[in-house]
């Protein structure tokens, strides 16, 4: 029953600006770390941002300076995507390593919450 639940995808202008939303769903007894991944049509999948327990954060080279992950609940994470650039395009899927009550920790998935940067 445990999901993440993203939200705040949508259609953007080149330069503007999207905030991203992930949020637990859900008892847990423990959570780790988080992050935001993304994947375009026909490439790969790959990451965005991650952030620790303690607020350590870590970027894609691609999008350093640009965007900016948070973590002010510790079942939820914001990106804040700035400057967005057509080849920003993709599905974001929200992740972390969450612990089931009586269970270990395992890698959850959001559903993606689609992003389009076009003039």
């Known amino acids: 029953q445990v999901q993440l639940v993203e939200s705040g995808g949508g259609l953007v202008q080149p330069g503007g600006s999207l905030r991203l939303s992930c949020a637990v769903s859900g008892s847990i007894s423990g959570i780790n770390a988080m992050g935001w991944y993304r994947q375009a049509p026909g490439k790969e999948r790959e990451l965005v941002a991650t952030?620790?327990?303690?607020?350590?954060a870590d970027y894609a080279d691609s999008v350093k300076g640009r965007f900016t992950i948070s973590r002010d609940n510790t079942e939820n994470t914001v990106l804040q995507m700035n400057i967005l650039k057509p080849e920003d395009t993709a599905v974001y899927y929200c992740?972390?390593?969450?612990?089931?009550?009586?269970?270990?920790?395992?890698?959850?998935w959001g559903q993606g919450t689609l992003v389009t940067v076009s003039s």
């Open positions: 952030i620790t327990s303690s607020g350590s």
């Open positions: 992740n972390a390593d969450l612990k089931r009550y009586g269970q270990g920790y395992v890698k959850v």
